[in-house]
């Protein structure tokens, strides 16, 4: 395929709602033929168990990984071509305190098989800033933002295939640190694959 340039949506709004309350959600960024030239390139990869039980609250996983450096999508060209579009669509909203900081060098992909329970309540590591973009290649979920590390259920995302979850890291507009307590259902039918671009860098 020729690889698009750009997302099919303005991030604008779900940006604000990032900054303001911490999550957010936009469905159909992502058009299936780019979601489907990034997961045959990701056909090559070499995916790793993730640890049943993290951390020091005992964050529950299923599903496996592939964590890439942003330097890495050198020989990804669909996958670089999604990374760049994400970082430009981000950098159009420099209003919003720490976006035109934001540059995302590490990806992720996961991936949960059917069955799987997905990744109970946690937050994403302090080391991330600004924001956590997180792609749904294929398949579907639902991603709540919660109110404690028991789960309880906030609001709930439709992580589903195209769309995309924000959420807040440390320094985004201006908040030094309230990164928003989150889980991720298991896939609804078939595997659910996500790609995920955080920014370890200040
Ligand atoms: O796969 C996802 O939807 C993201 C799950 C998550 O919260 C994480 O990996 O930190
Ligand atoms: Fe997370």
Redesign the pocket.
Known sequence: MTVPAALARDLGPALHRAAADGAAHEPGVVPAPWREAVLAELEAERYVELPAVEGPHRVRQQ?EHVVLHADDLATRPAMRALHRAVVDAVHRHPGIDGLARWHPDEV?I?R?APGSA??SA?R?GRRHAYL?A?L?LEGS?R?RRCADREGTTVEAFD?DAGSL?LLRGRGLGGIPDDRPL???DGPRDGR?T?F?LRATAP
């Open positions: 599903g992720t996961q949960y997905g990744i946690h994403d956590v997180i749904t979920a991603l992580a979850v989150h889980a991720v659910r996500s995920t």
